[in-house]
Structure formats: C-alpha cells, structure tokens
C-alpha cells in the first residue's frame, strides 16, 4: 500500500518547517537511508533520510514552501508493484471510509450530458480474488482484519475498485464468519483530492510608502528570520532588560594566551573568546542565581553552565552551545567553539547543538565594535555583549598608564535576576579575566 512521508519533527519544540528542497523527484527508487529532501527549521536546514524503500509516486509538498505543520503529509511512496493510481484509490478509499462527522461537503460536478442515475439498492460484493491475484485494502481495514484473525480474501469490499475499507472489515465482524454482511455502496468521489500545495509568492509591505522609494530588490523570509523576527521581538517586548557594563585590562590574559600558543606540542590556538567563555562559566559557577531562567511557575536556577555563543551565518544568527563549560579547559573549549561554529556555517548542527542554553555570549569585538547592549536570548535570563580590546589610557597609582581595555556588558532579565547578584558577577567576571591564573585552577 502507497506510504506516506510525513514532515518530521526534527526537534521537541518543532511545530512546522519549511521545505527547503527535494533531492528525490517523482518517479526515482528509493533505498532506506536515501536522502529524501531538505527540511529548513527555525535554525537550520536538515537533511531528510528515507525509512523505507520503494519509488518515490507523489510529492505533495512543492520546495519552497514554508510553514508546513509537522506530521503533514509532504510525499507519497509507492511500494513494489505499486502504481500511481493506487494513490489515487487510497484517496477514495479513506474518503469513503471517514465517519460522516468527518465527511467533506463536495459541490457535485457538472454534468455535460444527460445520464440516466440507477436507483441503488444494495452494493454488488466484489468477486472474491483468484488466488495469487492483489487484494486491496486500506490500512485500517487491513490492520482491523489481522487483530480480529480475518482473512482479507473473505471479505468483500465497497470501495472503488472493490478496494476493503474499514466498514467492510467490521461488518464481517459483526456478521461473523460465515455470513459476511454486505453494505449499500456508496457513492464514489467524483475526483480524487488535490492535496499538492503551492508555495506562496513572497509580498511585500502594502505601505504606500514604498512607491516613493527607490527601487529595491525583495528576499522573502526563510524560516530563520521569521524565527529571529518572532523571538527578539517578544524577548524586547516581554522581558525588562537592564544593563551593566564593565571595562577589563586584558595585558595579562593576552600574555598568557601567547605563553599557552607557543607552549612546544601545543595542538591549539587558543582565542581571547576562548578564554571569555570560560571566564563567564566560572563567573557563573560563583554566582549561580545569574544562571537562571524566568518561568511563569518559578525561577530555574540551573545546575550547570551551557554557554551558548552566538555565530553569525548567511541569513541569520545561530547559538552553538558549549556545554558544561565551567568544567572543561581551554584547550577542549577551544576545540568545541571551532567545530561547532564550523558546523553552524554549514548548517549541518543538530538540534541538540543549539538548543538548551543558560546563558550567551555576543562577541563583536573582531568587527572593531567598542560596545554594544544585546537582546536576551529566551528563554534564558542573561547575555554578555563583547566589545574589541584597544589600547587605552588608563591610571594606574596615580599616574597615566597605556592599556588593552575591553568593554563588556551585561544584559539581565529583571524578573529572575536582581541587580545585587548581576553586579556580584560582573565583579568576579572582572577579576578572573584580569587575573586570568584563575583559569587555571
């Protein structure tokens, strides 16, 4: 029977995706493993493995179709010795099987010439089946028979092409074996359902204010920017941020890291992110009511520290995250920011990648960026914004002294986290990156 592919949920918060591209087109053989299609999330685009084989009979999902629910139908597999119009029978087969709470008005058709209508008094039963010849039946009909030990060949079924469906099945049960009862035909669908969805065209504004503008050039929204657009939107809305922001000397985290570089045998490069990342983790292990998430129940207050850092990829941003970062080195951090951020440029990260957070960082320090204030991430409680370390004159004892200063600042969610405890973080945050032995231990 004709199997349907339906859109997976590709994470326990996906309730539509988009689909991005169909790498299988109607008609190829496909093996179980094959690469079906291209599934766009809110994240990132996945690919789509077959779970069973067969021919691909129907695509009913267009690529470039956005928002489409999960577990909604997007293909049609045939199987062996299948053909396209056995999906056109399975159509009118749960058709006419669908209580009638269920039914679909349809407005009958238009009819071209004049064709005398039988009265119909009861339904021919289909002439029981030469052995060895196919047997159709819907999925529920054939599962009904196998839990009540019916045979299928005993059956006499009304659907179209004498095709069994389930009120075949439970009659034969309620009329037992010997007698199976036959139902008044009903009538057949004038024409199978149309279920192949078009993607929309993109539009833009309807404001008259576009006409006075220059000519511009229209992107549609992907799955990302919508998600982008949706989530800092309510998280600017909903959530009282306040900020704090701090300028750290970075003379001696800078020495170290060019000491742990040059160290012979070393298979690192160790970044200034790298050791920030840290930082805020064990800055955070001091401080854990910063670690902490608003609920309309109560105020989470995690036990670990999963940084999520945030990487700026075509189209959007995603947040990779670093788990457990309080309790692994430089090193093993230093690895897992480069892979991941590699794998985030692909789009090739998993759901469990970036999702499940406690805290983010935002660097733009690399882009010359002295400061800036970021949006919190919901669900999580707090972010820390990096501006680039520059030369700066500084006092010191008295006296003006040349420095590397880099200023950061913290943005916090007023409903779970006080001011007291921000600036306590910030306080210790300072003092290990000016210190940065305290990485060490």
């Given at each position: 029977?004709?199997?349907?592919?339906?859109?997976?949920?590709?994470?326990?918060t996906?309730?539509?995706?988009?689909?991005?591209?169909?790498?299988?087109?109607?008609?190829?053989?496909?093996?179980?493993g094959?690469?079906?299609?291209?599934?766009?999330?809110?994240?990132?685009?996945m690919?789509?493995?077959?779970?069973?084989?067969?021919?691909?009979?129907?695509?009913?999902?267009?690529?470039?179709?956005?928002?489409?629910?999960?577990?909604?139908?997007?293909?049609?597999?045939?199987?062996?010795?299948?053909?396209?119009?056995?999906?056109?029978?399975?159509?009118?087969?749960?058709?006419?099987?669908?209580?009638?709470?269920?039914?679909?008005?349809?407005?009958?058709?238009?009819?071209?010439?004049?064709?005398?209508?039988?009265?119909?008094?009861?339904?021919?039963?289909?002439?029981?089946?030469?052995?060895?010849?196919?047997?159709f039946?819907?999925?529920l009909?054939?599962?009904?028979?196998?839990?009540?030990?019916?045979?299928?060949?005993?059956?006499?079924?009304?659907?179209?092409?004498?095709?069994?469906?389930?009120?075949?099945?439970?009659?034969t049960?309620?009329?037992?074996?010997?007698?199976?009862?036959?139902?008044?035909?009903?009538?057949?669908?004038?024409?199978?359902?149309?279920?192949?969805?078009?993607?929309?065209?993109?539009?833009?504004?309807?404001?008259p204010?576009?006409?006075?503008?220059?000519?511009?050039?229209?992107?549609?929204h992907?799955?990302?920017?919508k998600?982008?657009?949706?989530?800092?939107?309510?998280?600017?809305r909903?959530?009282p941020?306040?900020?704090?922001?701090?300028?750290?000397?970075?003379?001696?985290?800078?020495?170290?890291?060019k000491?742990?570089?040059?160290r012979?045998?070393?298979?690192?490069?160790?970044?200034?992110?790298?050791?920030?990342?840290?930082?805020?983790?064990?800055?955070?292990?001091?401080?854990?009511?910063?670690?902490?998430?608003f609920t309309?129940?109560?105020?989470?207050?995690?036990?670990?520290?999963?940084?999520?850092?945030?990487v700026?990829?075509?189209?959007g941003?995603?947040?990779?995250?670093?788990?457990?970062?309080?309790?692994?080195?430089?090193?093993?951090?230093?690895?897992?920011i480069?892979?991941?951020?590699?794998?985030?440029?692909?789009?090739?990260?998993?759901?469990?990648?970036?999702?499940?957070?406690?805290?983010?960082?935002?660097n733009?320090?690399?882009?010359?960026?002295?400061?800036?204030?970021?949006?919190?991430?919901?669900?999580?409680?707090g972010?820390?914004?990096?501006?680039?370390?520059?030369?700066r004159?500084?006092?010191?004892?008295g006296?003006?002294?040349?420095?590397?200063?880099?200023?950061?600042?913290?943005?916090?969610?007023?409903?779970?986290?006080d001011?007291?405890?921000?600036?306590?973080?910030?306080?210790?945050?300072?003092?290990?990156?000016?210190?940065?032995?305290?990485?060490?231990?």
């Amino acid at each position: 029977m004709p199997i349907q592919i339906l859109m997976p949920a590709l994470s326990p918060t996906m309730t539509e995706g988009g689909l991005a591209k169909w790498l299988k087109q109607e008609g190829d053989v496909v093996d179980s493993g094959d690469v079906l299609c291209e599934i766009e999330t809110d994240k990132a685009t996945m690919e789509v493995e077959a779970v069973d084989e067969g021919v691909l009979g129907k695509i009913l999902i267009a690529e470039g179709t956005d928002g489409v629910a999960v577990n909604t139908p997007i293909a049609i597999l045939l199987e062996e010795g299948e053909s396209a119009g056995d999906i056109v029978a399975e159509a009118q087969a749960e058709a006419v099987s669908a209580p009638p709470a269920e039914a679909v008005s349809v407005a009958p058709p238009t009819v071209t010439a004049a064709v005398p209508s039988p009265t119909v008094t009861a339904a021919v039963p289909s002439p029981t089946p030469a052995p060895g010849e196919r047997i159709f039946a819907s999925p529920l009909a054939k599962r009904l028979a196998q839990q009540n030990g019916l045979e299928l060949a005993q059956i006499a079924g009304s659907g179209p092409r004498g095709r069994i469906v389930k009120i075949d099945v439970e009659a034969t049960i309620a009329a037992g074996p010997a007698s199976p009862t036959v139902m008044a035909a009903p009538t057949p669908a004038s024409a199978a359902p149309t279920t192949t969805v078009v993607p929309p065209a993109p539009t833009t504004s309807a404001d008259p204010i576009f006409a006075l503008m220059p000519e511009f050039d229209a992107t549609p929204h992907t799955g990302m920017r919508k998600a982008i657009a949706k989530r800092l939107t309510e998280s600017a809305r909903d959530i009282p941020h306040f900020n704090i922001s701090s300028d750290i000397e970075l003379d001696n985290l800078l020495a170290l890291r060019k000491d742990l570089n040059e160290r012979e045998g070393a298979d690192y490069k160790l970044s200034v992110n790298d050791f920030i990342v840290k930082a805020v983790a064990l800055s955070l292990k001091r401080n854990p009511d910063c670690n902490a998430a608003f609920t309309d129940a109560a105020v989470l207050k995690f036990q670990r520290v999963d940084i999520s850092i945030a990487v700026a990829i075509e189209g959007g941003l995603i947040t990779p995250i670093v788990k457990d970062a309080g309790g692994k080195g430089l090193a093993t951090i230093s690895h897992e920011i480069k892979a991941l951020a590699g794998k985030a440029r692909d789009g090739k990260l998993q759901p469990e990648e970036y999702q499940g957070g406690t805290f983010t960082i935002s660097n733009l320090g690399m882009f010359g960026v002295k400061s800036f204030n970021s949006i919190i991430n919901p669900p999580q409680g707090g972010i820390i914004s990096v501006g680039a370390g520059e030369q700066r004159a500084v006092v010191k004892d008295g006296a003006l002294a040349i420095a590397t200063v880099m200023s950061i600042t913290l943005a916090v969610d007023h409903r779970c986290i006080d001011g007291a405890p921000a600036a306590a973080m910030m306080k210790d945050l300072k003092a290990i990156l000016e210190d940065p032995i305290q990485l060490m231990l």
